[in-house]
Every structure is written in structure tokens, then in C-alpha cells.
């Protein structure tokens, strides 16, 4: 069992930049491949950004790419987003998940790879 456990949501106005952490603890979290994904109210849940075991890798969707930036840091098990420039699109519930990679270079964008999950943090972009 991985357990993941986000921070840092909350209001921020358009513009502004907010960090996120996600501290994992269980299994060994440099075994697993790290992402976010954000849900808005009466949307689907999106992919935000993976990265790979070692953190050489990374993706972020065309969404955010450009101002969102996922690394990680595996002697603190945490993985982080830093969003910048955020836009009232950006509201949403951010989740971060853990999948199991074979590969130190394996990264993940479908939420079907990832078997574990937090319970989500907030964040409220105001206009």
C-alpha cells in the first residue's frame, strides 16, 4: 500500500502561482511513478502531469504546460506541483497518484496505470 496525502490547495487569484505537495508513505516511493490529475465541479477528472521513478521524465498536459511544473523529490517521498500563472480554469480539485513502473523512465498519463490516490486538495483561482 502506497498512501498519499496532498497540500498546499487553496485560493489564489488569477495570476498568482500556488505550490502542492503530495508526501507518500508505504512501499518504496521511488518505485513509483508519480502524477496529478484535477477534477472540476461537473467535469471529468483530467491528467495535470507524470513523471518517471527518477524524475528524469516528465509530461504535462497542453492545459498547463508552459506554467506547471511537477518534480520530485524521492529522499522526502514527495512529489510537487508548481503552478504559476493560474487561470480561474485552473479551479479544481488536484489528486495526486502513485502507479508502480518497471522502468526508472516510465511516466504515465492514463489514470488507468495509477492504483493509488490522494484525497485530493483544493484550488480556487478567483478573477
Known amino acids: 500500500q502506497v498512501q498519499l496525502v496532498e497540500s498546499g490547495g487553496g485560493l489564489v487569484q488569477a495570476g498568482g502561482s500556488r505550490g502542492l505537495s503530495c508526501a507518500a508513505s508505504?512501499?518504496?516511493?521511488?518505485?513509483?511513478?508519480m502524477g496529478w490529475f484535477r477534477q472540476a465541479p461537473g467535469k471529468e477528472r483530467e491528467f495535470v502531469a507524470a513523471?518517471?521513478?527518477?524524475?528524469?521524465?516528465?509530461y504535462h498536459a497542453d492545459s498547463v504546460k508552459g506554467r506547471f511544473t511537477i518534480s520530485r523529490d524521492n529522499s522526502k517521498n514527495t512529489v510537487y506541483l508548481q503552478m504559476n500563472s493560474l487561470k480561474p480554469e485552473d479551479t479544481a480539485v488536484y489528486y495526486c497518484?502513485?502507479?508502480?513502473?518497471?522502468?526508472?523512465?516510465?511516466?504515465?498519463?492514463?489514470?488507468?496505470?495509477?492504483?493509488?490516490w490522494g484525497q485530493g486538495t483544493q484550488v480556487t483561482v478567483s478573477s
Open positions: 497518484a502513485a502507479a508502480y513502473a518497471p522502468y526508472t523512465s516510465d511516466y504515465y498519463y492514463s489514470s488507468e496505470y495509477y492504483a493509488y
Open positions: 513523471i518517471s521513478r527518477s524524475g528524469g521524465n516528465t
Open positions: 508505504g512501499r518504496t516511493f521511488s518505485m513509483y511513478a
